[in-house]
């Protein structure tokens, strides 16, 4: 009896192992609000070591957005990208919400026995939002494949004319789930990102829209980017792996035809408000528009068709973070990281910024580039670096550069046991002006002080403040100091008594001889 308990004991836990442990089904239908987010919930309980569930915002009808974080590279590693993926932000086409369910699907599944899947979870940091736009969803209708119900959001906002737009004023109020994301960009640094569509086959690249006043006659104009070599081989890299989109085959009589399966996204049809604009511009974030089915809400039975037609498509684009360079930017002196917008790769008019962390990434062709570092306190930095021909790995493989930089040394006019520095510096974007150093050179015939004391600035003012590093700084008050032009030649300035004494004498040998 003793033995039956203790074997009964047994394949009891072993049930309840498996039970917890094992992965969520998930079958090839449509999931509304309710299952999906069981489902996203199920499948962070189910792999806690490889996922991560979060939130970015919620709706006006309350529903989350629910975000699933796919790595298994340790949180301390640095130089890993950060990919994410979107659909459903037209509520009415939803094939895009089931295709990234089975993504995360596959991942999770794959890890041990696919190479693909394994590299790519221990090398990249991918999120998942399955849905923007789950209000409209709610309201859409299986089959519609062109007009229906859904397309907005609850206020009947197109999302994908909601964001802020660089190129013309964009008069539509701000919405939450626009908000959500842009917070999302704000807080985090996205390499890399697709936004999946329906109602045509096709990869659609910025830019996709136009200034004011250009001629809007069909064939629309492109729209062309600082990075189109890169958006156009993006575009390029999903759409020769997808079966068909490469044929660039029209969805019905009235679409045109796609050379090679892509387009620019204003030669197509140009719009304002767009999201994959807004992410390159204002957060350097490289994101291209995925239209993947000719049907915006496809019937069930076509799902598991789309899904093969995508998956070695969407795998071989989240690769393509690793293509181009990477590396730090930290302190010379104290190798502290430095946190700073101003990076550019010259030639290239589109900045991108570090991560908390001073880590950078940018996806370049194989070529030789140089990377523009500036940043506030700093002298700037120029590093020149090569983006090599893929090899014969398996995987592509970023140029790495630690960046170090020198903190800027501000050069000081001594005047007696005070220390004379330049005050109210602008902020870090004005550049009509000389630097302190520039300007202050002259005044101390090439003396520099020492750094510690010293942080870069702007010149705008001719003010001056004193540093309490003499003895007797504290008993003489500033405004008996004078500005720079009333500085002597050998950088000594006269003292208000001084100027007034020989104000005075001028001013009686004047009366003297009138």
């Not at 397309?151 to 906002?157: L, S």
């Not at 190798?335 to 950078?360: A, M, N």
């Not at 140089?370 to 940043?375: I, K, M, P, Y």
């Not at 930089?405 to 109210?424: F, G």
Request: with cysteine.
């Amino acid at each position: 009896m003793l033995v039956d308990s203790k074997q009964l004991w047994l394949w009891w836990s072993i049930l309840l192992f498996v039970g917890v442990y094992s992965t969520p089904i998930l079958n090839f239908e449509y999931h509304n609000y309710s299952a999906l987010s069981q489902y996203l919930h199920n499948m962070a309980t189910a792999y806690p070591n490889m996922t991560r569930l979060y939130s970015i915002g919620e709706t006006l009808r309350k529903h989350k957005l629910w975000v699933l974080e796919l790595s298994t590279a340790p949180k301390s590693s640095f130089g890993i990208p950060s990919v994410k993926l979107i659909a459903n932000i037209h509520g009415n086409e939803a094939a895009g919400r089931e295709i990234l369910l089975h993504l995360i699907q596959f991942f999770v599944t794959n890890y041990t026995n696919d190479e693909t899947v394994h590299w790519l979870l221990e090398n990249t940091r991918i999120h998942v939002l399955p849905s923007l736009n789950p209000d409209g969803f709610e309201i859409s209708v299986e089959g519609k494949c062109e007009i229906g119900p859904g397309r907005e959001n609850a206020r009947f906002v197109d999302l994908n004319r909601s964001f802020p737009d660089h190129f013309q004023s964009n008069t539509k109020p701000r919405q939450y789930e626009t908000q959500a994301i842009e917070d999302w960009l704000s807080n985090n640094t996205f390499v890399l990102s697709a936004s999946l569509h329906g109602g045509a086959l096709v990869a659609n690249y910025p830019y996709e829209n136009v200034m004011e006043n250009t001629d809007m006659r069909e064939p629309y104009p492109p729209s062309i980017s600082p990075d189109d070599d890169v958006f156009q081989h993006l575009a390029v890299v999903y759409a020769s792996t997808h079966p068909t989109m490469h044929f660039g085959y029209p969805c019905n009589r009235m679409d045109r035809e796609f050379q090679g399966g892509i387009t620019n996204g204003a030669a197509w049809y140009p719009l304002t408000g767009g999201m994959q604009d807004y992410n390159y511009i204002y957060h350097g974030c490289m994101e291209i528009t995925l239209e993947i089915s000719c049907c915006k809400y496809p019937l069930t039975h076509d799902l598991p068709t789309l899904w093969d037609d995508n998956r070695d498509a969407l795998l071989k684009y989240i690769s393509q973070a690793h293509q181009g360079v990477r590396g730090v930017i930290r302190d010379n002196n104290t190798h502290q990281p430095v946190l700073t917008s101003g990076l550019k790769i010259e030639g290239r008019d589109s900045y991108f910024r570090t991560s908390s962390r001073g880590e950078f990434w940018r996806i370049l062709l194989p070529g030789t580039y140089q990377l523009q570092v500036q940043a506030t306190g700093y002298e700037p930095q120029t590093i020149k670096f090569t983006v090599p021909q893929k090899r014969l790995e398996k995987h592509l493989t970023p140029t790495w550069l630690d960046v170090n930089m020198p903190p800027v040394v501000r050069k000081a006019t001594v005047v007696s046991d005070q220390v004379l520095l330049p005050t109210n510096p602008p902020d870090e974007a004005s550049t009509v002006h000389y630097t302190a150093t520039q300007k202050m050179v002259g005044l101390t015939n090439g003396h520099t002080l020492s750094p510690a004391l010293f942080t870069e600035i702007t010149l705008t003012s001719t003010d001056f403040v004193k540093l309490s590093n003499t003895p007797e700084a504290d008993s003489h008050k500033p405004e008996k100091l004078l500005s720079v032009e009333d500085a002597g030649s050998d950088g000594i300035m006269w003292t208000s008594m001084k100027y007034m004494v020989i104000l005075n004498m001028i001013f009686v040998f004047v009366l003297l001889f009138i």
